[in-house]
């Protein structure tokens, strides 16, 4: 378990599973911190499974902090 920062300026998708063409929880603000229980690799992207919004985002767009 360990936390990341939303390093991007247009919010980060939570999505459902760990793709980029799974469904859309919600969005997170840019510069939100989010604690990242489980990742998951799916293709050529790294996925952090964040249990309080209950779905997955793209570590691309993170940085650990």
Same mark, same amino acid.
């Given at each position: 378990?360990?936390? =990341? %920062?939303?390093?991007? @300026?247009? *919010?980060? #998708? =939570?999505?459902? &599973?760990? !793709?980029?063409? &799974?469904?859309?929880?919600?969005?997170? *603000? #840019? *510069?939100?911190?989010?604690? $990242?229980? %489980?990742?998951?690799?799916?293709?050529?992207?790294? +996925?952090?499974?964040? &249990? @309080?919004? %209950? *779905? +997955? $985002? @793209?570590?691309?767009? !993170?940085? %650990? =902090?």
């Amino acid at each position: 378990e360990y936390k =990341v %920062k939303v390093k991007t @300026a247009r *919010g980060l #998708n =939570v999505r459902k &599973s760990p !793709t980029t063409s &799974s469904s859309v929880v919600k969005t997170l *603000g #840019n *510069g939100l911190t989010v604690t $990242i229980s %489980k990742e998951e690799k799916e293709g050529t992207r790294i +996925w952090g499974y964040t &249990s @309080a919004h %209950k *779905g +997955w $985002i @793209a570590l691309d767009f !993170t940085i %650990k =902090v």
